[in-house]
């Protein structure tokens, strides 16, 4: 089944300890990317991979890491987590930069930073 | 920035149509997304405008003018599973770039 998974589905930690959230793709797609979603402010691109070893930083990259060793994997890490950071986290991706070929999300994220 | 507007919330009857517009003050994207929502879950694809006029997909329509800075979303023949939110996006996109932005989000309440 094509999909994209994410781990964990729920986080709770502190700030200052580092954390990674795992996205991974079984599509053989290109195209990867990391959002937030909050209230009142909708989804937020915080960074995106256009291939292997080639990201590039979206609206909100702040405090966020990414890294693309292979295609199938697009690892989001926060160094020290901060409040501010509490979000709901969707992980995407899609074929090419084509705005036609669809995007798929991955099921959510949710982090809380105490 | 793109200062992409859509309306916060809309309610409509089962049965009925509604349109759910998206401005934007901003030039030169590839295209413009539309997403739908339902609560607690991920986004899912709806359609993708290139060129401005509208195309259809069954009971969902969009439609885009770009000299206009708008597009709405129609839905036609309501039914209560299509409440949801409904999510505009801007395509930036070339060899080099990949970033999508997105408006607020519509929530969609259909009643019976």
């Known amino acids: 089944e094509a999909q994209v998974t994410q781990n964990p589905r729920y986080l709770i930690t502190v700030t200052g300890k580092k954390l990674t959230v795992t996205c991974s793709q079984n599509?053989?797609?290109?195209?990867m990317s990391w959002y937030r979603q909050d209230p009142g402010l909708g989804l937020r691109q915080i960074y995106y991979?256009?291939?292997?070893?080639?990201?590039d930083k979206g609206d909100v990259p702040e405090g966020y890491k990414v890294s693309r060793k292979e295609k199938r994997n697009f690892p989001l890490i926060l160094e020290s987590p901060s409040p501010n950071q509490t979000s709901l986290y969707f992980c995407?991706?899609?074929?090419?930069?084509?705005?036609?070929?669809?995007?798929?999300f991955g099921p959510g994220t949710r982090l809380t930073v105490l | 920035g793109q200062n992409i507007d859509q309306p916060t919330e809309m309610t409509a009857t089962e049965g009925a149509i509604v349109q759910i517009n998206c401005t934007y003050q901003t030039s030169g994207f590839n295209g413009l997304f539309w997403y739908q929502q339902h609560a607690g879950e991920a986004p899912t694809f709806l359609s993708y405008n290139v060129l401005d006029g509208l195309e259809e997909k069954g009971r969902f329509s969009s439609f885009l003018s770009r000299s206009k800075g708008y597009s709405y979303l129609l839905l036609k023949e309501l039914q209560m599973k299509d409440s949801a939110s409904y999510l505009c996006?801007?395509?930036?996109?070339?060899?080099?770039?990949?970033?999508?932005?997105f408006g607020q989000g519509t929530t969609l309440q259909v009643k019976p």
């Open positions: 996006a801007l395509f930036y996109g070339s060899s080099n770039t990949g970033k999508l932005i």
């Open positions: 599509m053989n797609h290109e195209y």
């Open positions: 991979s256009m291939n292997v070893e080639v990201t």
């Open positions: 995407a991706s899609s074929l090419s930069l084509r705005g036609t070929d669809t995007q798929y």
